[in-house]
């Protein structure tokens, strides 16, 4: 059994926090690619990442979240896929040392797959198994597929990373509150999510990110999945809490103390890895090891 997983199955693994809003806090301007940092302000983003792993992470995303051809190619830079990935995981390498794992992240192409869209299938599943190769080759511990909201998508990219030789694959769904309940922007349940990532195989499955969620609401999710996988290792990442739009600033109001509340919930729906998403900070990763006593 992988080593992460096995230690999961025992007991909470704290994540890293958020990398978008973090790097914009540190200078990356409003449509910037925060990936291409990796090569062009690579101490920044070690920096970043070594506060995460001193406020008790352990687990580290890699930089990478766009890193993909289709989201490159909008900066003109569609040739340091592989480059880009490569840093990004020795970044995230340097900042865990012996104490942090570290996964390679993966987020969506940026599209949509044919017939609903214009991308034929595999196409896209060339650009996901050219990212987690770069990152394989990195020396990541496993890849993170993230913030997917079409279950053809994550299908596809769980796939591509088994095509890549990743040895664990954890993939998550973002889902949104809507009138009929929790559901994917194209319309999945948190039950048709965990069995799509698991018969396309995923070591684990998780949720990220999402609209109208509140920390604790991650719980039901986390519930919901098992429901239909008992076993499964379940990872959220909840963002800190709503964003709201003051004059042309995003801001999280839901401070680190909110996400240590919800920390009983979680570990009683059954979560095994948490960590942060947008808005979340290293004081909030901190206050989530502090509650389960690591710091």
Partial sequence: MNALLDVARRQPIIADG????????????????????????????????????????????????????????????????????????????????????????????????EPLGEHPAEEVREAFTEQARALIEGRVDGIMIETMTAL????????????????????????????????????????????????????????????GLEPADFAEIARRYRTVAPDAVVMVEPNAGRPELVGDVVVYRAGPESLAAALPRLLDAGVSIIGGCCGTTPEHIRALAEALGRR
Wanted: with cysteine.
């Fill in 18 to 113: 958020a990398m978008g809003t973090q790097l914009q806090r540190a200078g990356l301007e409003p449509g910037g690619s925060g990936d291409l940092w990796n090569l062009q302000h690579p101490e920044r983003i070690l920096e970043i990442q070594r506060r995460y792993a001193d406020a008790g992470a352990r687990i580290l995303l890699t930089n990478t979240f766009g890193a993909n051809r289709y989201v490159l190619d909008r900066y003109d830079a569609r040739d340091v896929v592989v480059s880009c990935n490569l840093a990004g995981a020795a970044i995230a390498r340097q900042a865990a040392g012996d104490d942090a794992w570290v996964l390679g992240d993966i987020g969506p192409f940026g599209g949509f797959l």
């Fill in 152 to 211: 053809d998508e994550v299908a596809l990219a769980i796939r591509a990373a088994r095509d890549a030789g990743a040895p664990l694959v954890i993939a998550s769904m973002a889902f949104d509150a809507t009138r009929a309940g929790l559901r994917t922007m194209m319309g999945a349940t948190p039950e048709q999510a965990a069995e799509t990532m698991l018969a396309a195989g995923a070591d684990a499955i998780g949720a990220n990110c999402g609209t």
